[in-house]
């Protein structure tokens, strides 16, 4: 048995946890053809590199298919539901820096608080005759968001990318998405909602609660929580 | 823990004693059409429910409760007055309590009757209580009317005792909507800045969807309007801070809010109304005096209660939710019946937790 680190397969979240790992003496590398979804580990015996879309790996440290895995708080959280009995946070990696918002058009201009658009919603329902549409990818995240601050007549609407043009297609009337510097919101003529952070997110990395663990593994582990320890 | 043979035979046993009672056996379809349960809930539906979908249908749901169907077919066909029972599975998704079951029974009793609502709440009550005498269950009642009549009767705007029923069903949306409109929260910088305008706003920013500029202009005329309204008295305020926080046993319950009403006249239909249930509960054999009544019961269930509602709960499980539970729903049949509408009150108990409970005695 090998411990097996799943780290998200593409682009610069790949390269940035490669780095942050080499930095503590663990290295990870892509192996065969850049097409192939296998890597190697050196600096850590009995280690294995699983290469994942970055929204898989909570799915699979859930199913304790991987030991550990690197990926968004926003991705764990939306996707396992009491992800502290299923999963560990051992580290927060500095980077992929994300806020989870609630953003409406710039000129609602009587909408800046949650209150503000829990009004706007109730007669906008009234209005339109359907419930106010948020737009995202994130549905458990904002509707819990929602319900605890109590806003009512709104509706998720289901978007996988390209979210802030919802509003200009009509087909949501605000949106609840990852920004990191606001600036595709405004370049979309959007604007944050004063309390409308759902969620500060970053690359983490994770441990599955529920893989496990030979002695092999916990061997593995622990060196790698030791390489960590010390660079910190 | 029973088996689901046993569970069956207890919840065919109830439904039996329900049919005794003088109900018709109803029966529903499992999946349900999702608009009229996410018109009705709205989004919070889907953390509780399982929704599924096909390309024909659309979006269906598996039956999270018998309620809505039930009130659904009475205003297609039901005769008047009627007496329903029911009894199947209901799917909950539990994913804050993975230790309770996502798939359940109910039984039910639902009384739909025009003429004495003070009997038929005592009805349904009584013979609830019959059927889980013995286990070691704690009643809470409470009225929903009341809180809603307090509402309706404070001395503000039309457009904030709105806002304020609107959110009867959310405590912590109404505190701070109360709160506002008493004057206790202090107003946010953008609001300030935004009444400190007059006319027609003319902004630099696009407009853009389907919320049209009219409507933000309609609603910074609510909010200038508003802030013109004085706030809300602080004797009112005070009186129905009391009576949401009235707890006790259904006598001095009934004292308190007669005091309360002192200051809030507007309660004394709704009190009258209690005080009618009351006595036709005792006259049912219900130990009123040692009833527990809360008049804020209720509030944070997403059923469509607004009048009498009740439950029983394990008083040594807290964890469980609770055997037998529900109340009056005149509001749902409003908005489920296209302009008609009937009095309505029932119930629903889980024959699984009831077994529990006896085999845990044993």
Redesign the interface.
Same mark, same amino acid.
């Given at each position: 048995m090998t411990l097996k680190l799943g780290v998200p397969s593409k682009g610069r979240l790949m390269e940035k946890t490669f780095d942050w790992f080499a930095k503590r003496g663990v290295t990870l590398s892509r192996t065969g053809s850049d097409r192939e979804y296998a890597g190697a580990v050196e600096g850590v015996s009995n280690m294995e590199l699983v290469l994942l879309s970055a929204g898989e790996i909570p799915r699979e440290l859930a199913a304790g298919r991987i030991h550990l895995g690197v990926t968004g708080t926003d991705l764990v959280q939306e996707k396992l539901? &009491?992800f502290e009995q299923q999963v560990e946070e051992l580290a927060e990696l500095g980077f992929g820096h994300a806020d989870l918002v609630l953003a409406v058009?710039?000129?609602?201009?009587?909408v800046?608080?949650l209150?503000d658009l829990?009004?706007?919603a109730?007669?906008?329902r009234a209005?339109?005759g359907h419930?106010?549409r948020i737009a995202t990818k994130y549905? &458990?995240l904002v509707?819990?968001f929602?319900?605890?601050?109590?806003?009512?007549?709104?509706?998720?609407v289901d978007s996988q990318g390209a979210t802030e043009g919802t509003?200009?297609n009509?087909t949501?009337?605000?949106v609840a998405d990852i920004t990191s510097t606001g600036e595709t919101l405004r370049a979309n003529?959007l604007k944050l909602l004063?309390d409308g952070l759902v969620l500060k997110s970053q690359a983490t990395l994770w441990r599955s609660r529920v893989a496990k663990y030979g002695s092999a593994d916990k061997a593995a582990l622990n060196t790698l929580l030791d390489l960590l320890e010390h660079r910190k | 823990m029973a088996v689901r043979s046993q569970i069956q035979a207890r919840a065919a046993m109830l439904r039996l004693r329900f049919e005794a009672a003088g109900a018709q056996v109803v029966d529903t379809p499992l999946l349900q059409p999702a608009d009229t349960l996410l018109d009705l809930y709205g989004e919070d539906i889907r953390a509780r429910a399982y929704v599924t979908s096909d390309a024909l249908r659309g979006e269906q749901m598996l039956r999270p409760d018998f309620t809505v169907p039930v009130v659904e077919a009475h205003m297609r066909h039901g005769a008047e007055p009627a007496r329903y029972t029911y009894s199947g599975e209901v799917f909950r998704r539990q994913e804050h309590f993975p230790d309770r079951p996502n798939e359940y029974l109910q039984v039910g009793y639902e009384v739909f009757e025009r003429d004495d609502a003070a009997a038929a709440d005592a009805e349904v009550f009584a013979l609830f209580a019959l059927q889980v005498r013995g286990l070691p269950l704690r009643a809470a009642t409470g009225d929903i009317g009341i809180l809603m009549a307090a509402v309706e009767g404070l001395n503000t705007t039309e457009k904030r005792k709105a806002a304020l029923m609107r959110h009867i069903w959310r405590p912590r949306r109404f505190r701070s909507l109360l709160d506002r409109f008493a004057g206790r929260t202090p107003m946010p910088e953008s609001r300030r800045k935004l009444l400190s305008t007059e006319g027609d706003l003319t902004g630099s920013a696009v407009e853009l969807g389907k919320r049209r500029a009219a409507e933000v202009q309609a609603r910074v005329e609510a909010l200038r309007a508003d802030a013109k309204a004085p706030p809300i008295a602080e004797h009112e305020l005070l009186a129905l801070e009391a009576l949401m926080a009235v707890r006790e046993t259904v006598p001095f319950a009934t004292e308190q809010m007669r005091d309360i009403a002192v200051d809030l006249p507007q309660i004394i239909p709704a009190l009258d109304r209690l005080d009618a249930r009351t006595a036709a509960m005792k006259a049912r054999g219900v130990d009123v005096d040692n009833l527990d009544f809360e008049a804020s019961y209720g509030r944070t269930s997403m059923e469509y209660y607004d009048g009498f509602v009740f439950g029983f709960y394990a008083e040594a499980r807290p964890d469980l939710p609770p055997v037998a539970s529900g109340g009056r729903y005149d509001a749902l049949t409003r908005r489920l019946g296209q302009g008609e509408e009937i009095p309505a009150v029932g119930g629903v108990l889980r024959p699984d937790l009831m077994l529990q409970l006896e085999e845990a005695r044993k």
């Open positions: 539901p &009491r058009p710039q000129f609602w201009i009587d800046d608080t209150d829990d009004a706007a109730s007669a906008f209005q339109h419930r106010l549905h &458990r509707r819990e929602l319900t605890d601050a109590g806003v009512a007549d709104y509706q998720l509003v200009k009509e949501a009337e605000m003529h004063a | -």
